[in-house]
Each structure stands twice: as C-alpha cells, then as structure tokens.
C-alpha cells in the first residue's frame, strides 16, 4: 500500500473523446520534457506493462463484441491496479512526473455514462485508484465526439469502443463535461478547437500555473 511519504513524483493525467487529438498533445508534452531534461515516464491505461497490455488487447479487440458492460468496466479496473503497481507507483516514489494517457476519468466516462452503469459501481471497482493514487492534474482536450471523428475521418473499425456509435460517444463527452463540473480544481478543460500549436501551449501555461512545470 502507498504511504503520503512515498509520493515525490507529480501524476497527471490526459482525457478527452477518441480523435480529440490527445495523442498528438501528448506526444509534444513528451518531447518537450526530454528537452527540458525532467525525470519523467509515460504511459496508457489500458496497458503500462505486461498484464495490463494483455487485458488491453482483449478490452479493445473488434472481435470482442459479445462483451458485458459490467465485464468491460471490470477489466479496466483489473488492468489499472496492475498498471498502479507496476508503473506508476515506483516512478511516483522516486519523484518522477508521471504523465498517463487515459486514467479513471475514462471509466467514468465510458463505463458510469455512456454505459449507464452509474457512478457508485465505476467509483467502487476503482476505490484504490481513486483513494490512493489521484492524479495532481487532469488535462481534457475538450472537443465534441461531432468534431473528432470528423477529423479521423470516421471510427476506427478494429476498436471496439469506437465502433459504439456516435450516441454513445456523445454520452462519453457529457461525461467528461460532468467531471470536469464537479472537480474544477483537479480539472484543466483545454479547447480542442484550437490548432495543435494553441492547445499544447495552454496545455503548458495550465501546468505551469499549477506548479507543475516550472
């Protein structure tokens, strides 16, 4: 179990709908902390290591249809205490950033709203996460599911989450507009419409006005 003392390290965490351009964000975040020279890792959910890569696999696989509700949201509560252990534990006690894309404000999202399973069962399956590891700070790329897919060009018909269906997804961005409502302090809602220069550079000035970047 983690203990105050062993958190040094700073946790934060990117979300946004599929095709927000989260990827992109987070591709220039880690660049420019390899230019800055600070001790970081990165890291996804679901996956970060062996385990939870496997259950990855099976959570996102197109052939997987047949899958329940309540099985999804489990297994992503599974992959996430192994990715905790594995991953992001180790590097939070030897005061590295940790920058993860996707964390539990996706099965919120996913699972609690646009599945319906609600809250309370989402927040339960996840009571370590949430309890022990809370992120410093969420970045949401905020940008509707209209627009993203838009500028994908459609879903991606190997994922099985995206192939849910362009109601569902609009469940999934009320969702994140909902978390980002009732937590405004942990939060950072950045506007997905911008060009990709303007978002990373409010993504930056977000953090830096958190004491998260110098």
């Given at each position: ?16 709908c599929?095709?927000?351009?989260k990827?992109?964000?987070?591709r220039?975040f ?8 600070t ?5 996804r959910?679901?996956?970060g ?13 197109g052939?997987?249809?047949e899958?329940?509700d ?5 297994l992503y509560?599974?992959?996430r ?6 991953r ?10 940790v920058?993860?894309d996707?964390?539990?404000d ?12 609600g ?8 009571a370590y996460?949430l309890?022990?590891y ?8 905020d ?8 500028r994908?060009?459609?879903?991606d018909e190997n994922d099985?989450l995206e192939?849910?269906?362009m109601?569902?997804?609009?469940r999934?961005y009320?969702?994140y507009k909902k978390i980002?409502e009732q ?7 950045v ?13 930056l000035a977000?953090l ?7």
């Amino acid at each position: 179990m983690e203990r105050a003392e062993e958190r040094t390290g700073k946790f934060i965490t990117f979300e946004g709908c599929d095709g927000c351009g989260k990827s992109t964000q987070l591709r220039l975040f880690s660049e420019y902390l390899e230019k800055t020279g600070t001790p970081y890792i990165f890291t996804r959910e679901p996956g970060g290591g062996k385990i939870s890569e496997a259950i990855r696999e099976i959570l996102l696989s197109g052939k997987n249809t047949e899958m329940t509700d309540e099985c999804e949201a489990l297994l992503y509560a599974a992959a996430r205490a192994q990715h905790l252990r594995d991953r992001v534990q180790p590097a939070l006690a030897s005061g590295k950033l940790v920058v993860c894309d996707r964390y539990v404000d996706s099965s919120l999202a996913y699972q609690a709203y646009a599945r319906g399973l609600g809250e309370d069962f989402v927040r339960k399956i996840n009571a370590y996460a949430l309890e022990k590891y809370r992120p410093d700070v969420t970045v949401f790329i905020d940008l509707t599911p209209e627009e993203a897919f838009l500028r994908k060009h459609g879903a991606d018909e190997n994922d099985r989450l995206e192939q849910a269906g362009m109601q569902f997804h609009k469940r999934v961005y009320e969702g994140y507009k909902k978390i980002a409502e009732q937590e405004p302090d942990r939060v950072v809602c950045v506007d997905g419409r911008q060009s990709v220069e303007e978002v990373f550079a409010a993504v930056l000035a977000e953090l830096r006005a958190r004491n998260i970047l110098q």
